[in-house]
């Protein structure tokens, strides 16, 4: 996971100090997660928000990489829907 870290917030433009502020942690604290520390689910969900990726991947390196888009969901009226009958 430390690599992962590392390799996607380096993509992201972000420092450790800069990451750290944004989810609550210390520099150190994410110095110490991309050197191969232990954290917990809390702060990956955390660490994954705020760099734009699944949770998975940086964990385990598993799935897809980037949340996808919310997808806007189109409503159709169902008076135009059956104007043509």
């Known amino acids: 996971m430390g690599?992962?870290?590392a390799t996607i917030r380096l993509e992201r433009g972000?420092?450790?100090v800069a990451l750290a502020r944004?989810?609550?942690l210390s520099a150190t604290a994410i110095a110490n997660i991309e050197k191969g520390a232990q954290t917990g689910v809390d702060v990956l969900e955390s660490l994954a928000k705020a760099l734009g990726?699944?949770?998975?991947?940086?964990?385990f390196g598993?799935?897809?990489r980037e949340i996808p888009k919310k997808r806007r969901v189109r409503t159709v009226s169902?008076?135009?829907?059956h104007a043509d009958r």
């Open 78 to 81: 169902v008076q135009a829907a």
């Open 14 to 16: 972000q420092t450790k």
């Open 53 to 59: 990726v699944s949770p998975a991947w940086l964990a």
């Open 62 to 64: 598993e799935g897809p």
């Open 22 to 24: 944004l989810i609550d």
């Open 3 to 5: 690599a992962r870290l």
